[in-house]
């Protein structure tokens, strides 16, 4: 008996058993996929990660359908981090499976409809409409659901099928279809007859009357002699004669030229390498070194340099030296928008040794970045990606570098595993014995906090590159400028000024509103009602240019209302302000000038942020108003005016690290301003100029926010002196719910001997038609933490196993962010 342990990309916190016939189990390997029977009807691609002789006791083991690959595809480092990820981080380890793969390497079954070979079929007692498949099915051997759909042009086509397997006509069966294609690009070349001089002749000859067709010949001969006998594509053979395929195959069909194809990467860098060598600033030498001493000592280091203190190019540096050693390079960034800049950037030193792997590439070009990664292919020295890039398949990981590592971004919110990227990173590395770099002008408090307790290295860049100052900082009172009646809409004097000074001087402004939208809500000036999402416990918000109210949490829209739902009044007014009606204001003041806005609405396409970033960078746009996506390390040299519209709407949000947050977006944005040689300026507009996270900003004071902050996480129980895990409970039925929340608690409480707090409910706390509670425990450092989560599992096990409770959803959220 010999068999196969499986991962299913379900949500299934345990690996299920297959039986192989003996050839199968010495050709397989760990990592290669399968395909295996689940349930009554389904086929899942599973992993094997593991291959025994011990019989389930539980179960009749089933028997695989079919291997799909010929060698690994998964490495085992990759499974053993899997496994980290899925015991750390509370879930099932099919979800890290399913997070992990690019979809397209995760086959789904599509049901095909085949004609019955078998026994004799009566024509005569068809329905027309059975008929007309019968007969589809004289023309091709199978056909799709989806097919039958378009023969019949209806959609509920299962009772005509299953009565056609009734009569025997056909039979059903389950293919899986692989649904990756590599990309084949086609070639051209001249037919073998006329590659001597006397073809020439002849080739001229036969061509005398058709013209077009001597163009492009022609053309062919100029491109051979410019491209060194680099193949010629049809593409570009096309692009450059000014002509069509069609003019191309006609000479195909003349036999004067030949067409081939050639199998091509869908994303390919194009680029050499810079011999040029980058050359360091005194400061960036100095960090350069200290981060090589550090990691003598210690596997993690953290750079600490203020914005526009040059730390791309400390990491350029640190690259070229890991490149050396053949090593493969990680680099990860918080936002997609980065590595927009950083790939060009990149590219200037290192040409096509770079690939880039994030969720807006489709699921070709990720299985073609998975595969070079796999291979250890020189396209993929240094992979560049937001979180997901983590679970690429390295081999030879020598050093991994987390960029802006304090953005929250890193931390994946939904669907589980809910992984922090900066952490499974340093565990990753951990597992090929690689070192990390952690760089940020204003890192986490844990990372610094593990700094401190000698557990990091530090390393410090404290001014900016070529010297330039750091911007000044102005504060704006909004009570006393209202008061003064000098506020224009959402606009200060000050600011107004300041634009206009820049704009002025031929400069570039970016304004920060970390809001979307037009304005987060319509009030009723009669009765005060506030339009609610149906589904959500939340307000609508307004989008003026779709003349629309959208809830931001499920997506549930409705048109703008002309008169109040509650007392049909028609005085409706908009309250608070989003990036849109900055926008829509800033068209008022600055009538001449270009306008742009950048978040979430307006950067869905796949190339979204390319756009916009590079028609910023080409100074197309002279005023860019935008969410936090601007605060990322986007390098802009002529941007001298930063303006923060409403510093106050991050303060007060109800969460433990808005100060923490706060500090570290306005500083963020702030380094946007001035980042050549003259210093910029930065505008922070508030009700709350004396607040002493403005004033830590203003003064450029990190140590000081870091010492307040650190106080107060110590008396109040949080990071990182205490371990968070955040128990969420969602139902349908508010009553259930509570019960089932308050049991919980109870148990959890009196189990554990550590702090837990709740249920509580959220601020929002219906999403989706979903009733929500929350519990929190807190795990101080003394405790084991794989102990407490032992323990933890053990309840929500048997909390599960309450009947009355079952229909609960129960997600668990470890080191909450």
Known sequence: ????????????????TYSVSEAEYHYIQKGMRVAVPFGKSKIYTGLAIDLHQNKPTLYEAKEIHQILDEKPIVTENQIKHWQWIASYYMCAIGDVYRGAMPSALLLENETLITKNTVGFIDESQLTDEEFLIYQALQQQSSLKVQDVIGILNKKNIFPIIQKMIDKGVVVLHDEIQESYKPKMVRYIRLHSKYESNEGLNELLSVLKNANKQKEIVLTYFQLSATNHKKPISVKELTDVSNSSSAVVKALIDKEIFEDYLIQEDRV??????????????????????????????????LLHGVTSSGKTEVYIKL???????????????PEIALTTQLVSRLQAYFGNKVAVFHSKYNNNERVEVW?????????AQIVIGARSALFLPFSNLGFIIVDEEHEQTFKQVDPAPRYHARDAAIVLAAFFKAKVLLGSATPSLESYYNTAIGKYGLVELKNRYANVRMPEIVLVDLKDKYFRKRMTGHFSDVLIDGITEALFLGEQVILFQNRRGYSPLLECMTCGHVPQCQQCDVSLTYHKHRNELRCHYCGYSIAKPTRCHSCSGIDLTTKGFGTEQIQQELIQLFPERKIGRMDQDTTRGKFGFEKIIDSFKNREIDIMVGTQMLAKGLDFDNVSLVGIMNADNMLYHP????????????????????????????????????????????????IGMYKEQLYDRLIYKYP??????????????FNKLKEGSIWLYQVLFQNLGIPVLGPEEPAINR?????????????????????????????????????????????????FY
């Open 371 to 379: 595969n070079q990664v796999l291979q250890n292919s020189e396209k």
């Open 268 to 301: 390919s860098f194009t680029g050499d390498s810079n011999d040029n060598l980058l050359q360091l600033s005194e400061a960036q030498q100095k960090a350069f070194d200290e981060i090589k001493s550090s990691f003598l000592e210690k596997e993690v280091s």
């Open 655 to 702: 969460d433990f690290r808005a100060f923490e947050r706060s500090y570290q977006t306005m500083t963020q944005v702030a380094g946007r301003a001035g980042r050549s040689e003259k210093q910029g300026k930065v505008i922070i507009q508030t009700y709350n100029p004396n607040h002493n996270t403005i004033q830590q900003v203003t003064n450029n004071d990190y």
């Open 767 to 815: 999403i989706r038609n979903e009733y929500i509670r929350t519990i929190m425990i807190k795990i101080p450092q003394e405790s084991s933490i794989v102990s407490t989560k032992k323990t933890i599992q053990k309840i929500l096990n048997s909390f599960d196993s309450v009947a009355q409770f079952r229909a609960i959803k129960v997600t668990l959220n470890v080191d």
């Open 720 to 733: 990182p002196y205490f371990r968070i895990i955040k128990i969420s409970l969602k139902h349908r039925d």
């Open 1 to 16: 008996m010999y068999f196969v342990e499986v991962i299913l990309p379900l949500a299934l916190a345990k690996t299920f």
């Open 319 to 333: 690259i070229e030296e890991y490149l050396t050693t053949g090593k493969q390079v990680l680099y990860l960034l």
